[in-house]
């Protein structure tokens, strides 16, 4: 991979700007995928943010060379890193970060532990919040 930028770069296209777009369990998955793609690529860029069907969803854009070049390394190490915090989503309560699974919740697939799913824990996704962060 190619070096790009200066060695710290804080934007809105970066996961901090977006983490409050998730649910709390979540947050920590995601600032810890901040943190490797940071020391990969300090100006990285997310282009798409979301919350669907109990799981995460999200696009890293594309990096390229001084001179127009697509950097394949970036896109191949990038996508698995955000291949494994998908995942690990899918496991992971919304809610509280305990181990959970995705189910139903009311209308809409979350994945919850069992103690939010049965307690009836409300999230912000069931009560109106959109779940995504575009920045198109």
């Given amino acids: 991979m190619s070096t790009y930028a200066p060695a710290s770069v804080e934007s809105?296209?970066?996961i901090p700007a977006l983490v409050g777009e998730v649910e709390p369990g979540w947050q920590p998955l995601l600032m810890g995928l901040h943190e490797r793609l940071v020391r990969l690529a300090p100006d990285y860029?997310?282009?798409e943010l979301?919350?669907?069907?109990?799981?995460?969803?999200?696009?890293?854009?594309?990096?390229?060379?001084?001179?127009?070049e697509f950097d394949g390394d970036w896109a191949d190490t990038a996508g698995a890193l955000?291949?494994?915090?998908?995942?690990?989503a899918q496991q992971t309560c919304e809610v509280c970060g305990d181990t959970?699974?995705?189910?139903?919740?009311?209308?809409l697939l979350r994945t919850m532990c069992d103690v939010c799913h049965y307690t009836g824990q409300e999230t912000a996704l069931s009560l109106g919040w959109q779940g995504r962060a575009s920045l198109n």
């Fill in 50 to 68: 979301t919350a669907k069907l109990g799981g995460l969803q999200m696009y890293i854009a594309d990096r390229f060379d001084e001179y127009g």
């Fill in 82 to 88: 955000r291949t494994e915090i998908e995942a690990l």
């Fill in 12 to 14: 809105d296209r970066q």
């Fill in 45 to 47: 860029r997310l282009e």
């Fill in 100 to 107: 959970g699974r995705t189910r139903f919740h009311g209308a």
